[in-house]
């Protein structure tokens, strides 16, 4: 991990780097679908190139970046990087399979049998009540609900959108 000190005035800015275990394929994906969705819109440009912006929303995703601090380091706003993570999201939602559509697909591939399960992915906890929802008494923990549909082999098929924590699996229903 490498730290670099910058002093500005009375305040320090501190900038981590830190090594982030993604395969070239997940980055480029991300990245390419960005780049469409930006030809689509007619969009002229953006503060960084589309291959850095999939690179931040991924630290974002898969550690949890503040994005005050990703922001810092990358030289644009938290509220920048909020869009761009809200953006992304989006157009991985809009390449997602739809649940009536799995069970089809796996029965094209010869498949018979699905696995349906429903987990907790645990979630740092907010403050104030709106972040009440998202803590689960079965568990003990916050968090977020969300349905998986694998095939025979355990390969993802299917993912429901996240669920406030405190719903009990009675409740956690494909959308």
């Given at each position: 991990?490498?730290?670099t000190?910058k002093?500005?005035?009375?305040?320090?800015?501190?900038?981590?780097?830190?090594?982030l275990?993604?395969?070239?394929?997940?980055?480029?994906?991300?990245?390419?679908?960005?780049?469409?969705?930006?030809?689509?819109?007619?969009?002229?440009?953006?503060?960084?190139?589309a291959?850095?912006i999939?690179?931040?929303?991924?630290?974002?995703?898969?550690?949890?970046?503040?994005?005050?601090?990703?922001?810092?380091?990358?030289?644009?706003?938290?509220?920048?990087?909020?869009?761009?993570?809200?953006?992304?999201?989006?157009?991985?939602a809009?390449?997602?399979?739809?649940?009536?559509?799995?069970?089809?697909?796996?029965?094209?591939?010869?498949?018979?049998?699905?696995?349906?399960?429903?987990?907790?992915?645990?979630?740092?906890?907010?403050?104030?009540?709106a972040?009440?929802?998202?803590?689960?008494?079965?568990?003990?923990?916050?968090?977020?609900?969300?349905?998986?549909?694998?095939?025979?082999?355990?390969?993802?098929?299917?993912?429901?959108?996240?669920?406030?924590?405190q719903?009990?699996?009675?409740?956690?229903?494909p959308?």
């Amino acid at each position: 991990m490498t730290k670099t000190n910058k002093h500005v005035g009375d305040t320090i800015s501190l900038v981590y780097q830190c090594h982030l275990p993604l395969s070239t394929r997940t980055v480029n994906y991300l990245a390419d679908l960005l780049r469409g969705h930006l030809k689509s819109i007619r969009s002229r440009w953006r503060a960084l190139p589309a291959g850095r912006i999939a690179t931040i929303v991924l630290a974002v995703l898969r550690h949890d970046q503040r994005l005050a601090d990703m922001a810092g380091g990358n030289d644009v706003s938290a509220t920048t990087i909020r869009r761009w993570r809200d953006e992304l999201i989006t157009l991985l939602a809009a390449k997602a399979p739809r649940l009536d559509r799995a069970p089809k697909k796996i029965a094209r591939r010869g498949g018979e049998v699905v696995l349906i399960d429903g987990t907790l992915i645990p979630t740092q906890r907010g403050t104030g009540a709106a972040n009440r929802p998202n803590y689960s008494g079965k568990h003990h923990r916050h968090g977020l609900h969300v349905l998986a549909l694998t095939d025979e082999l355990g390969r993802m098929i299917w993912i429901s959108a996240a669920r406030p924590g405190q719903h009990s699996r009675h409740h956690c229903r494909p959308p």
